[in-house]
């Protein structure tokens, strides 16, 4: 699953430390998530999407 992650929270100006405060999980978690080592439950995909102004659609494509 590609994701628009790195792309939206830099075009913000986030780091991957404010971006996972902002959703309550690990600096970690989001750089696994960006680099495609990990899928985001639902409630943190929405909580990604809300964070960085998108919707779940498209923030996460199919591959």
Known sequence: ???QIFRLR???G???QALAEQCAVSRQ???AIENDKYDPT???AF???KSLGTTVDALFKGE
């Open 47 to 49: 909580a990604l999407a």
């Open 10 to 12: 830099s075009a913000l």
């Open 14 to 16: 986030l780091t991957q």
């Open 1 to 3: 699953m590609q994701n």
């Open 42 to 44: 639902l409630r943190l």
């Open 29 to 31: 978690t989001i750089n």
